[in-house]
Nanobody
Framework: QVQLLESGGGLVQAGDSLRLSCARS????????MGWFRQAPGKEREFVAAFRWNGVYGRTSYTDSVKGRFTISRDNAKNTLYLQMNSLKPEDTAIYYC?????????????????WGQGTQVTVSS
């Protein structure tokens, strides 16, 4: 059974940084995708970033609004995914969810992910 446990959320001011972590327990396949979605109050859940591993190398992708500010990375030894968030803006305020799929997935459809964490709140004040 795969479980995802997020940490690192909090309340910060605009321009500050935060790093989210997602510890994965359970099996990890030869290829996989892990990423982050977020949901702000009254808004649809949206894709933020993904890390895709094909067994040889990894690729990353980001939604346009976070490019240049957020960086997704993975520590295979610790089985942990990270999201470094810099230059945070009030519009980044949301619950951030860690997600995982047991296949190499290049899209942004939330329905493609098999596993979800419980979410961690990020609040950015102006």
């Amino acid at each position: 059974q795969v479980q995802l446990l997020e940490s690192g959320g909090g309340l910060v001011q605009a321009g500050d940084s935060l790093r989210l972590s997602c510890a994965r327990s359970g099996r990890t396949g030869y290829s996989y995708t892990m990423g982050w979605f977020r949901q702000a109050p009254g808004k649809e859940r949206e894709f933020v970033a993904a890390f895709r591993w094909n067994g040889v190398y990894g690729r990353t992708s980001y939604t346009d609004s976070v490019k240049g500010r957020f960086t997704i990375s993975r520590d295979n030894a610790k089985n942990t995914l990270y999201l470094q968030m810099n230059s945070l803006k009030p519009e980044d305020t949301a619950i951030y969810y860690c997600v995982a799929s047991d296949r190499y997935y290049s899209g942004t459809d939330s329905g493609a992910y098999d596993y979800w964490g419980q979410g961690t709140q990020v609040t950015v004040s102006s």
